[in-house]
Every structure is written in structure tokens, then in C-alpha cells.
């Protein structure tokens, strides 16, 4: 199975902070890396698909970047309805993977 | 309004059975992909199993082949996951989830719609 490892594991972060976020593949999945925000209590929401491309409706201070073994997902400036956890999803290989998730708090 | 919904979760003693079903509504059913994917509690994500539109292609996670099974009955726009020989690691909240595919354009090879999720407790 692909191994996906997302890091921080959590992140506190200003309001107007530029955030980032990284997933590492443990093998090669060209573009094929979603990501997703959770709030508490709630079903994932898809943000980002194919690494770069921004889902219909999600604002555009969110964006994606990447390819091979190495992506990166950023807010281009923290807002506070962007308290939530986000996972990193690879569908390169039919048995589908996510990160474990990055935490975001506000500082 | 887009939307799937899950029912038939609940309590379950560790060998027993429960069968998971997600309604769908406000779109073509038939011309997607669908997907299982569960949370235990405080945790990540995990994909459970996966289905073609026309049931033709089904995967599994390994934590679950061979105890899981997926289906589908498109004339009634609703997804189901029959769980057997439960474990207490199956704990967990059930989503149903839709795989964007080609049907959409362009194509969004990822999860676009979720269900709300359904609480399955196994523990004696």
C-alpha cells in the first residue's frame, strides 16, 4: 500500500497567517492527491483534487501544489472559519490512502 | 439538493452483523463511483471499499477483506455495506461518499460529495 505522511500534526496559527501544510508519498503518484477539510462533528469537504485544482465553491486563498512524492497544501491567509483538521488522499493505487491529518488551531 | 444519505448503524456484539445503506438523491446515481470510508473515534480517516457504477470493479482495504462486503441497487439510488464477523477495531463513524469521476466535467478523480455519517459501536 502507498503510505502517505502528512506533517505538522498540528498547527496553531494567527488569523491573516500564511499556513502550510506538506504530504509525502512513500512511492511516486504523479498528481493523482486530494485534500480535505473536516470541522468537529462533521463529513470531510473536498478543497483541492488532482494536487492543484481548486474544487467548485472553495474560496481561492486555498491552493495545492505538487507532484511525484512531494505536495504541499497552503491558506494563503487564515481565516477563522478555517479551524478544522485536512487530510491529504492519494488515489494513484486502487487501495485509496489518507494522511493522518494536520490539526489547525488559532494561536 | 445533492445529497447521500446513511442509516443503519448502531450497537453491535464483536462477531455480529450490520447492514449499512446510503440513500442518494439529486443526481444520477447510476453514473458514479462510490466509495465507503470510515473514522474511529478521535482518529483519521480510513477508505473502506470502493464500487463502479455498474458494480463491474470493487475494492477493499485490507482491514476488512474477506468481512465486508460492498453493493449497489441503482433503480433504488442506494449504496449498501453489508459488515460481518465485527471486531472492536470496526468502531467507528460510517460515511458513504461519491466519487466524482467522469461524469463530472472536468473529470474530479476524488470524494466530491460525503454522507453524513453513521455511528457503528461494536463492544460487548
Known amino acids: 500500500d502507498i503510505q502517505m505522511t502528512q506533517s505538522p500534526s498540528s498547527l496553531s496559527a494567527s488569523v491573516g497567517d500564511r499556513v502550510t501544510i506538506t504530504c509525502q508519498a512513500s512511492?511516486?503518484?504523479?498528481?493523482?492527491l486530494n485534500w480535505y477539510q473536516q470541522k468537529p462533528g462533521k463529513a470531510p469537504k473536498l478543497l483541492i483534487y488532482?494536487?492543484?485544482n481548486l474544487e467548485t465553491g472553495v474560496p481561492s486563498r486555498f491552493s495545492g501544489s505538487g507532484s511525484g512524492t512531494d505536495f504541499t497544501f497552503t491558506i494563503s491567509s487564515l481565516q477563522p472559519e478555517d479551524i478544522a483538521t485536512y487530510y491529504c488522499?492519494?488515489?494513484?493505487?486502487?487501495?485509496?490512502?489518507f494522511g493522518q491529518g494536520t490539526r489547525l488551531e488559532i494561536k | 439538493e445533492v445529497q447521500l444519505v446513511e442509516s443503519g448503524g448502531g450497537l453491535v456484539q464483536p462477531g455480529g452483523s450490520l447492514r449499512l445503506s446510503c440513500a442518494a438523491s439529486g443526481f444520477t446515481f447510476s453514473s458514479y463511483s462510490m466509495n465507503w470510508v470510515r473514522q474511529a473515534p478521535g482518529k483519521g480517516l480510513e477508505w473502506v471499499s470502493y464500487?463502479?457504477?455498474?458494480?463491474?470493479?470493487?475494492y477493499y482495504a485490507d482491514s476488512v477483506k474477506g468481512r465486508f462486503t460492498i453493493s449497489r441497487d441503482n433503480a433504488k439510488n442506494s449504496l449498501y455495506l453489508q459488515m460481518n464477523s465485527l471486531r472492536d477495531e470496526d468502531t467507528a463513524v460510517y460515511y458513504c461518499?461519491?466519487?466524482?469521476?467522469?461524469?463530472?466535467?472536468?473529470?474530479?478523480?476524488?470524494?466530491?460529495?460525503w454522507g453524513q455519517g453513521t455511528m457503528v459501536t461494536v463492544s460487548s
Open positions: 488532482d494536487a492543484s
Open positions: 464500487i463502479s457504477s455498474s458494480s463491474s470493479t470493487i
Open positions: 512511492q511516486d503518484i504523479s498528481n493523482y
Open positions: 461518499a461519491r466519487e466524482g469521476g467522469t461524469t463530472r466535467m472536468p473529470p474530479v478523480d476524488a470524494f466530491d460529495i
Open positions: 488522499q492519494q488515489y494513484d493505487n486502487p487501495l485509496i490512502t
